[in-house]
């Protein structure tokens, strides 16, 4: 069985502070990796992607991939009240674009 | 653009009943996606498609159809309606080039009683 985990939190942080959200999947097979936002009762909508070990920044995203360890992992700098939201974290999985999610993790950000 | 759009945005069906929810895209992505999302828990694909008269079964299949006639169109079908069922449904579209991202339509919450 593919997995992707997630913890599920609620992660709190204050605003300003650095949020890092976790995931590790089971299937070596993945080549990418995608951290997608979900605001409650809405769809999931795309951050980041990441496939080459290492780190990938884009704005106050940071993405970092270790195949190594099976981990993936999404920092998010001067975290604001905006971003509460859930993270979703998904690995590819057998062509196609398809993708295995985790769970979650809901980061709570505090003024 | 509109995206991906899906109909309806909220459905009661009573059990053994069944419906189609509709899925477009007008971005001409080849490959598209229908999920569940259960709360508290991620997306599980229920089946893909990657181009018209393509389509084949994802982690949680049981109890759906698809077809894809069209690029644009990919609509699910639910037969015999189940509490089981009882979910948010995410139809996605990508556009099949290596590391592409799948874009999601706005869901269908589905109670089923």
């Known amino acids: 069985q593919k997995e992707v985990e997630q913890n599920s939190g609620p992660l709190s942080v204050p605003e300003g502070a650095i949020a890092s959200l976790n995931c590790t999947y089971s299937?070596?097979?993945?080549?990418?990796f995608f951290w997608y936002r979900q605001y409650s009762g809405k769809s999931p909508e795309l951050i980041m992607f990441?496939?080459?070990?290492g780190d990938k920044e884009d704005g106050r995203f940071t993405a970092q991939l270790n195949k190594a360890s099976q981990y993936v992992s999404l920092l998010i700098r001067d975290s604001q009240p905006s971003d509460s939201a859930t993270y979703l974290c998904?690995?590819?999985?057998?062509?196609?674009?398809?993708?295995?999610f985790g769970a979650g993790t809901r980061l709570a950000v505090h003024p | 653009n509109a995206g991906v759009t899906q109909t309806p945005k909220f459905r009661i069906l009573k059990i053994g009943q069944s419906m189609t929810l509709q899925c477009t895209q007008d971005m001409n992505h080849n490959y598209m996606y229908w999920y569940r999302q259960d709360p508290g828990m991620g997306l599980k694909l229920i089946y893909y498609?990657?181009?018209?008269?393509?389509?084949d079964k994802g982690e949680v299949p049981n109890g759906y159809n698809v077809s894809r006639s069209t690029t644009e169109d990919f609509p699910l079908r639910l037969e015999l309606a189940a509490p089981s069922q009882t979910s948010v449904y995410f139809c996605?579209?990508?556009?099949?080039?290596?590391?592409?991202?799948?874009?999601f339509g706005p869901g269908t919450r589905l109670t089923v009683l």
């Open positions: 990441i496939y080459s070990n």
């Open positions: 996605a579209s990508s556009h099949g080039q290596s590391y592409n991202e799948q874009f």
């Open positions: 498609s990657v181009g018209a008269g393509i389509t």
């Open positions: 299937d070596r097979g993945s080549q990418s």
């Open positions: 998904a690995g590819s999985s057998g062509g196609y674009n398809k993708l295995i």
